[in-house]
């Protein structure tokens, strides 16, 4: 009989068992026993189903959710209370204590989440959320958070990397200089989307991923520029032995480069147009000929180009 639930910095202790992650199902499943494995779709607006499977521990009142069947869990939801409504109401629930540490987990210090719809706080390598009851009245959807309240939601992040394959080291050669950030970018796009010769090939999704100095949900942050992909962009400094491969550069709302800086970005505003443009900068590549997308610059930028020789298109 498992009478508590402790949530610990490197691991989850039922009853007097601990199980450290990562949380593969023999492992779990050697503790918890074998779960109930409910399957089911989701429509989703495009006409499409969401697959999602559940993994019930029907006695013990807690169950995992994963998108396919995997070997591992990575989140249990431990039902706390019996909802009075709704497709789960009469299930069973988990009658002991839940412990975050040694503090019963409606003593410990939540903040607020999104939307005011729950309390949430990261212990170790844990992410607990849930809805404090003794707030479930004073809520801005006292029903929505009522229904909160009889869950607590615990998500396991794994460590992140002390090292990436971004992380940026002082270059040992020269390098191509730059006072404008968009011009940069073009050239970026060119070297390292086009011809391939910089390295790593960035891509936010991977970036964030493997980012070493916090988390980022692109999926959430990508409706603006997201400030560590711009930093790492300004950052890079690029060889000046590739100077010489630039001979044409192209401006379009649709570039790589663009999509890895601010994700979502619709084009419509002038956020990655080239306003200012020195000739010392333009000087650095003696083979470039043509710039095509020319309204992405600005007037000034464009009589810069004009005076090096450069031939507009477009």
């Known amino acids: 009989m498992i009478d508590r639930i402790v949530i610990e910095k490197d691991g989850l202790r039922f009853g007097d068992e601990l199980i450290s992650p990562p949380f593969t ?24 189903t969401f697959h999602r499977v559940h993994y019930h521990w029907d006695s013990l009142g807690v169950y995992c959710s994963q998108d396919q069947l995997q070997n591992y869990y990575d989140d249990f939801v431990i039902d706390v209370a019996q909802p009075e409504s709704g497709p789960d109401a009469g ?8 412990l975050i540490g040694k503090t019963e987990y409606t003593k410990a210090k939540f903040k607020m989440g999104e939307f005011d719809f729950n309390h949430h706080l990261r212990y170790g ?21 009522k229904m909160l309240s009889t869950q607590v939601e615990v998500t396991y992040h794994a460590p992140r990397p002390k090292t990436s394959i971004y992380d940026l080291k002082k270059s040992e050669e020269p390098v191509l200089a730059f006072s404008s950030f968009p011009f940069k970018l073009l050239v970026m796009e060119e070297l390292m989307y086009r011809q391939c010769v910089l390295e790593p090939k ?16 692109v999926d959430d942050e990508g409706y603006d520029p997201i400030p560590a992909a711009k930093k790492w962009f300004r950052d890079y400094e690029i060889p000046a032995k590739y100077a010489g491969n630039i001979t044409r550069l192209l401006w379009d709302g649709g570039l790589m480069v663009y999509h890895q800086i601010w994700p979502f970005w619709d084009g419509e505003d002038e956020y990655f147009h080239v306003k200012k443009l020195t000739p010392e900068e333009v000087a650095q590549f003696p083979n470039l000929k043509t710039i095509v997308g020319s309204y992405g610059f600005s007037k000034k930028a464009l009589e810069v180009l004009k005076d090096q020789g450069i031939e507009l298109e477009g």
Request: hydrophobic letters at 30%; a negative charge; proline letters at 7%.
């Open 25 to 48: 199902r023999e492992k779990v499943d050697g503790v918890l026993g074998t779960p109930r494995i409910e399957e089911q779709d989701y429509p989703m607006g495009n006409g499409k």
């Open 91 to 98: 299930k069973p629930f988990f009658i002991g204590k839940v």
């Open 125 to 145: 390598a844990f992410e607990v959320n849930t809805y404090l009851p003794d707030e479930v009245e004073s809520a801005d959807d006292p029903k929505m958070a």
């Open 202 to 217: 960035f891509d936010i999704y991977d970036f964030a991923e493997k980012n070493t100095k916090r988390e980022i949900d």
